[in-house]
């Protein structure tokens, strides 16, 4: 059952300490830059103390993760700033939208039959909405439901950060809330390694992939056995060349896979197909970075079907292409500047003028990060998740709690939710 979500009070939350002068100026990178100007939401529910503790005591609490989010902002200075022109962060201080609520329901009700549409109302803002020269780079928002659980909703500014920065955050915020002293320092210049560009002459805009049309979400959830079965799928029928197939790769490339059927049934015309996948590169640059270096570090490994039939693409071929894609991605790679050229053939993909038919899938990973681990000082998650994004065949691939098991979350057109017949 859903509740009323009321709002209490807003908030804008300056860091403790001011930033320095001479980091005021922070440069958006090339991956800054090309990143879509939308929020990046993820929720967290955390269930009541079963003890009555204080932790139950909502105002107790919303003071901490009040007084604990200005003193993180000091070490996260950029996230309190304000975005100028898709060229740099003005590290001003600005601060951080934070919404306090109430919710009349139960967080049990709300987790054990998730409404997709509806979990937006735990969020401060849309994901959808545009991050523009005014907008709060983060914004959080504390539901306090009548049961004594709490949800928290986080959306962070995909222009000065990817899923591992937003977790970094988030960790760093829950560990100063139950009060460690020390907090992992994020260094924030990446663009040195990769260096913006004029947007005037390059051909790419951040917003080309977004849509204006209707999105919506369905989520499907891949149990231990249901992704032991899909491995052992995708050596039937193929030479797998992609040996020992990630749980990611596999689920991924079963979700193309159903893409490419739906879409050959929606026209007779010869299509072709294509898909993208999210890569951190912090492990993959030489020498590799720390995984809490700060900004958008990621690229895209790009895969495009065109054989005449694709009826006779097996799904161990597409795990083949679509695996063999990523893991091309490497020191190398990055210092060729593969990625900007990635870039360019999926601008080319997305131009309306284009005589060819192209259906693009895109995918994006955050089964790695340790969200089921972030604590506030009263527990850790029931439950972390994501909500609708204003992108036309976008996956975002999550675990689930007991990490064994992948949760997809699928946005795609209102029209096709009946369409896409994936199984779990």
Same mark, same amino acid.
């Given at each position: ?35 879509p ?29 009040? !007084? &604990? ?5 000091? @070490? +996260?200075? #950029?996230?309190?700033g ?7 962060? %003005? ?30 109302q ?62 992992? !320092? &994020? ?5 040195? @390694? +990769?260096? #913006? ?10 917003? %080309? ?48 896979r ?12 010869e299509?072709?197909?294509a ?29 495009l079907?065109t ?47 284009s ?70």
């Amino acid at each position: 059952m859903e509740g009323n979500v009321e709002i209490i009070s807003k908030y804008m939350i300056k860091p403790s300490s001011p930033t320095s002068p001479h980091l005021k100026i922070l440069k958006l990178s090339f991956l800054d830059q090309i990143a879509p100007p939308v929020y990046m939401p993820i929720i967290f529910f955390y269930q009541a103390d079963e003890l009555g503790s204080k932790h139950t005591d909502h105002a107790h609490n919303f003071q901490l993760l009040k !007084q &604990s989010l200005s003193n993180t902002l000091t @070490l +996260f200075y #950029p996230l309190a700033g304000r975005i100028h022109e898709n060229s740099y962060v %003005d590290c001003n201080d600005a601060g951080a939208e934070l919404i306090e609520t109430r919710v009349h329901a139960n967080v049990s009700d709300v987790i054990e039959e998730p409404h997709m549409q509806k979990l937006q109302q735990y969020l401060p803002v849309k994901p959808s909405s545009v991050v523009d020269a005014e907008a709060a780079l983060l914004a959080v928002q504390i539901n306090f439901f009548d049961c004594g659980g709490t949800v928290i909703g986080v959306c962070l500014s995909h222009k000065i950060a990817d899923g591992t920065s937003l977790v970094t955050f988030i960790e760093a915020w829950a560990a100063t809330c139950r009060g460690e002293s020390k907090i992992m !320092q &994020s260094n924030f210049d990446l663009a040195a @390694l +990769f260096p #913006p560009k004029d947007f005037s002459t390059y051909n790419f805009r951040p917003s %080309d992939t977004m849509t204006s049309e209707k999105i919506v979400t369905k989520r499907f959830v891949f149990d231990k056995d249901k992704l032991v079965s899909l491995k052992e799928a995708a050596a039937v029928g193929s030479e797998l060349l992609v040996k020992n197939p990630t749980r990611v790769e596999a689920v991924s490339a079963y979700i193309w896979r159903h893409f490419i059927e739906m879409a050959k049934g929606k026209t007779e015309k010869e299509k072709m197909f294509a898909a993208v996948h999210a890569v951190n590169l912090r492990s993959r640059t030489s020498p590799p970075l720390p995984e809490h270096a700060f900004g958008n570090c990621w690229s895209i490994a790009f895969t495009l079907f065109t054989a005449d039939d694709p009826s006779n693409l097996g799904y161990g071929d597409l795990i083949t292409k679509l695996g063999g894609a990523i893991r091309k991605i490497d020191g190398d790679y990055i210092k060729q500047k593969k990625n900007e050229e990635n870039w360019s053939r999926v601008k080319k993909l997305n131009d309306p003028s284009s005589k060819v038919e192209i259906e693009l899938c895109n995918f994006s990973s955050w089964c790695r990060f340790p969200v089921y681990q972030v604590n506030y000082g009263w527990g850790e998650p029931l439950w972390v998740c994501t909500t609708t994004m204003p992108f036309k065949n976008v996956v975002l691939l999550m675990s689930t709690k007991t990490g064994d098991g992948i949760e997809a979350w699928v946005n795609m057109l209102e029209d096709d939710v009946d369409k896409l017949q994936i199984h779990e």
